[in-house]
């Protein structure tokens, strides 16, 4: 359906893309921006790197992100001269040492709470799973900071028309949100694109929610 959308009419066409370098320790370099940024989270192999590709239309940034040594930073992104894009480092991953597996927190914890221009988070579930703990600890972060979240269900493709309503309800339910609070999203067919697409841009065009009374 997504893909019928006439692309003069396409939210969040990129024009040009550019990586601005990594944050590699919970202390370490950022950028200095005065664009409003808006992060991509998510468990490890919920599909981000796909959703990227298929949200922004270049192979690069995925190859970015998944260049070993960069999998663990948090990566920006300046897109169209208007926005910054950051790529969170995947969490949870089952393979990954307990040492290895707690050096995300502090790194995503400091990232939220000192982004001063950040204007929301997508966060990323797999349409077939349950949220995990880690989940579940990243969402009750984000409305204990207060940040905006989109929550994007991916590889819906993946799901049975019959199965499909049926865990997007479950996932709703277990995280206390409405239906319409989330996007169904599939990197290879190409559902849900442009609903995200417009949901960034509607972040993007929002004060920062620091700023709010
Ligand atoms: P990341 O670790 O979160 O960046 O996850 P990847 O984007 O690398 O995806 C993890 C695996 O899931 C890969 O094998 C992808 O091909 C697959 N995948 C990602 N998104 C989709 C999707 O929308 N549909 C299907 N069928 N597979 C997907």
């Known amino acids: 359906m997504s893909d019928e959308t006439p692309s003069g009419d396409r939210p969040l066409v990129i024009r040009s893309l550019e990586f601005l370098g990594g944050m590699a320790t919970a202390a370490g370099w950022r950028p200095e921006s005065s ?7 998510g468990r490890s192999n919920v599909g981000k790197s796909s959703l990227l590709n298929r949200l922004f239309q270049r192979k690069k940034m995925a190859r970015v992100s998944n260049t070993p040594g960069r999998t663990r930073e948090v990566n920006f992104f300046k ?7 950051v790529d969170l480092p995947g969490y949870g991953y089952a393979k990954i040492s307990k040492e290895k597996k707690a050096e995300w927190r502090p790194m995503i914890e400091r990232f939220m709470r000192y982004s001063t221009e950040l204007r929301g988070i997508v966060l990323l579930l797999d349409a077939r799973h349950d949220p995990t703990n880690d989940d579940v600890e ?4 984000l409305s204990e900071l207060g940040v905006p979240a989109i929550i994007v269900l991916t590889k819906i493709d993946k799901l049975s028309a019959k199965e499909r309503p049926k865990r997007i309800d479950a996932i709703s339910r277990s995280l206390g949100l409405e239906e319409d609070q989330t996007i169904a999203f599939s990197a290879v067919t190409g559902e849900g694109r442009d609903d995200l697409g417009r949901a960034i841009d509607s972040l993007l065009t929002q004060p920062s929610w620091r700023a709010a009374p």
């Open 35 to 41: 664009l409003p940024e808006v992060a991509f989270a």
């Open 79 to 85: 897109v169209n001269d208007s926005f910054v894009l």
């Open 138 to 141: 990243m969402l009750d972060f």
